[in-house]
């Protein structure tokens, strides 16, 4: 261990990582590039935890001219003056789950802190007079324009989005208090803003129309996040130790990273872009697991999709042009802007005809924790279907089809369902969900075209040809295998292909009968 460079793991403080012995992932020529462009107001949306933080806490060391901390990185051999500004460094994620008076007295507070430096003009009595106040003592005791970084700006906002009662209250308080931006610009060098949903969609920012939005920007397509070049330049000895962790070369613990972390694209063309979060999670511990996904319960996530009425096998391969998920989320009439801005799906495709983009879920980590967080919409003990899940996936994984369909059928006529379980599709959607899961384990596609399911399971030894029939037959499951002549899609995978039939009767509520022939 000794020796070893740390991962940042809930780091992000640019000085603490620079200063001891942590990874950097270098992104400060990005920096020197948006902090000489045209416009000196910018804001960049990203999803939580993906490094908007840390990239405001570098931009603070940057302005404050902190050269020895940028020693070796790419903005070294760039910047020539290092000058320092005077900087007003904002975290609005304390602002959270507050009142009108308790948002109001935090304001106040973030304040006082700086005027504790520049002193206070005891004229200014409202938040958005103290803050222009600040702006202009700052430039008159230092000689230098002052930059504004504010982190999370949306944060005071988000938990009362849809609640028309709280939500004009809030964001009149912060419209207030960001006020003062647009008046002060002769006064300003740079003014940084982050947040996870679009400044436009939240009108807070009425007064300052000037904002450069760089989100959707392919030249800053990677400045949060980590790429695949970033991660094998920087992270070998990481992806070495978790590939002897789970017994395999590096090359394939650098496969079950990608399948499970990476995939995230912000605009496009853009480079895969790895959830920083879950890799270095992932590095730190040598193992794989769902750290970004459980780090935060998507409870109103979840209730949104059920509202809007979306079924899981819905959520991702969406078509839409960018003003669907770049809409304003209180007035939404989907739930596309909400799962795109949030991470739970993302840029896959783009086409230049008709500017359609094509969005998906991102990754392994992100569909198994939308699957397993939908599982009490189906049954009410989603503990004993995710041991299901293991056994059957385990089964299917050593060659024993049979018996994993004997467990399925087992588990299926035992569970209680939840209520409300008559309707067409429902019993389509669990076993969507269920096969889904074992993707978790066995290489899995599953498709639902209606009244059925059909799916390919990848195993070391066999490839699956599923084709799932409700209140039908078997027979007519393995018919159907046969008319689309998907053994002849796949006879050069190089593995023995077993063809599946199933029939689910809905009245029974479980697996009617099988049928299973190799190829």
Known sequence: MEGRRLYPIGIQTFSEIRE??????????????????????????????????????????????????????????????????PVLHFDMSTAKHMDKERLLSELERKLYDYEQIYGRDESAIYTNQRLESLIKRAYAQTGQKAVVLIDEYDAPLLDVVHEEKELPKLRDVMRNFYSPLKACDPYLRFVFLTGITKFSQLSIFSELNNIK?????????????????EMREQMGEGIGRLADNLGVSPEDALGALKSNYDGYHFTWPSPDIYNPFSLLNALADSRLDSYWFGSGTPTYLIEMLRKYQVIPQEIGNRRCVAADFDAPTERMTSVTPLLY???YITIKGYSRFGSLYTLDIPNKEVRIGLMRSLLPNYVRHPAELNTLVVDMAEKIYNGDMEGGLCLLRTYLSTI??????????????????I?????????VEVRTPKGRVDMVLHT??????????IDSSADAAMNQIDLKEYPERFALCALPIVKVGINFDSEKRTIEG?????V
């Not at 939005?213 to 070049?229: F, H, K, Q, W």
């Open 213 to 229: 939005n760089i989100s959707m920007l392919p030249e800053y397509a990677a400045l949060c996040g980590i790429t695949e070049e």
């Open 20 to 85: 001891g012995n942590y990874v950097y992932v270098d992104k400060t020529a990005l920096v020197y590039g948006m902090t000489h462009a045209d416009s000196k107001y910018v804001f960049l949306s990203r999803p939580r935890r993906f490094g908007k933080s840390l990239l405001t806490s570098t931009l603070h060391s940057y302005f404050e001219g902190r050269k020895d901390l940028f020693e070796g990185l790419a903005i070294e051999r760039l910047e020539k003056e290092w000058t320092s500004y």
């Open 514 to 518: 099988w049928r299973i022939e190799k």
């Open 341 to 343: 801005q949030s991470g």
């Open 435 to 443: 096969f889904t899961l074992i993707g978790n384990y066995v290489d």
């Open 460 to 469: 070391p030894g066999t490839l699956y040809v599923v084709e799932l029939k």
């Open 416 to 433: 209680p369902y939840c209520d409300n379980t008559h309707y067409e599709g429902h019993y389509q959607q669990l076993l969507y969900v």
